[in-house]
């Protein structure tokens, strides 16, 4: 029998700084088993809808290849496969190697998947490698959104499709920051014995850009035909932009 090492005295990754990735990346590591039972749990599964939303707003076509940055532990890869089909490839890729351990479990047996150690600050592809891209959930762990955004525009070829989908500081919904900051962190502690990756989930939350800043993001990388959708009475939001 094996006994977990006790990680609920383990520190949250500082918001901005350097060393911030690296951090990150450790918090992941340490939650990855339990991550998925984890964001049922506090998104009471809507989680769900908000990635096929994201999804949907990449356009696929069968055969083609698109690249999951902050893939985790693959989670949109179940609702990019059916999109691209047999014929098309999913790339992942993602700063925790226990994150992408289990993404390799769930998703081995596609010869049509490839699960990547790498930053999304200097994502491991060639430029004009890809049909699309998305990043879910991962924008506000960055030390840079600009360069993500520009890495991003560099591999994806002319008229393909970059999504985001993410958390806003901005939500309409009363009580939001209520949950967020007491019920969140009580929950992701009794499930995973980590309490401080939860908070920093709402500490990240309150630190990341407005959709609408995000949208000015998207602009000034170059991308044009720029959308947001808020989901989740605008706690959640798809913001979607064409490469040129």
Known sequence: MTTATPVTHAAAPAVTGEGREHDVAGMFNRIAKRYDVLNDCISLGMHRGWKRAAVKALNLQPGQQVLDVATGTGDLVQYLLPTVGPTGQVTGVDISDEMLN???????????????LGSAMALPLADNSVDGAIISFGLRNVDNVPQVLAELAR??????TIVSLDTAPDPWLPGFWWYFNLVMPTVGKLISG???AYKYLAQSTKAFVTPQQLQTMFANAGLSHITCQRLAFGSVAVVKGVCN
């Open 102 to 116: 289990v993404a390799r479990q769930r998703f081995g047996q596609h010869t049509n998947t490839t699960f990547t």
């Open 155 to 160: 591999v994806v070829k002319p008229s393909g």
């Open 194 to 196: 980590d309490n401080a």
